[in-house]
């Protein structure tokens, strides 16, 4: 079972920046994604950004030039440097790690997708202000 633990979380005006942690407590072999999702109250949980084992990333397109993610796998961490930040970005925010084995493909190759995620952590709340 995977365990995730995230922190970083709290309450910004529009236009500042958070930087969000996970450390995750062990990988299965395997396991090519890790990233982040975020749920906003009376919204389903939507991806944010991910990271495959080789640090090819995707980003949902809300947060593209805003956002970067960022991993070591070495210490089976995944951070999530929020810039710009808007208060459409308030939300409930999990780091996330990908199910054994599965990926996504596309021309430029292999990728993680929101679909190929499979455990998450508590969450950490992201309050952001105008």
């Known amino acids: 079972q995977v365990r995730l633990l995230e922190s970083g979380g709290g309450s910004v005006q529009s236009g500042g920046s958070l930087r969000l942690s996970c450390a995750a407590s062990?990988?299965?072999?395997?396991?090519?994604?890790m990233g982040w999702f975020r749920q906003a109250p009376g919204k389903e949980r939507e991806g944010v950004a991910t990271?495959?084992?080789?640090?090819?990333?995707w980003y949902a397109d809300s947060v593209k030039g805003r956002f970067t993610v960022s991993q070591d796998r070495a210490k089976n961490t995944v951070d999530l440097q929020m810039n710009i930040l808007k208060p459409e970005d308030t939300a409930m925010y999990y780091c996330?790690?990908?199910?054994?084995?599965?990926?996504?493909?596309?021309?430029?190759?292999?990728?993680?997708?929101?679909?190929?995620?499979?455990?998450w952590g508590q969450g950490t709340q992201v309050t952001v202000s105008s």
């Open positions: 996330a790690a990908g199910v054994p084995g599965r990926r996504s493909w596309d021309r430029g190759g292999y990728y993680c997708g929101p679909v190929d995620f499979g455990s």
């Open positions: 062990v990988l299965p072999y395997s396991t090519f994604c």
């Open positions: 990271i495959y084992y080789t640090g090819r990333t």
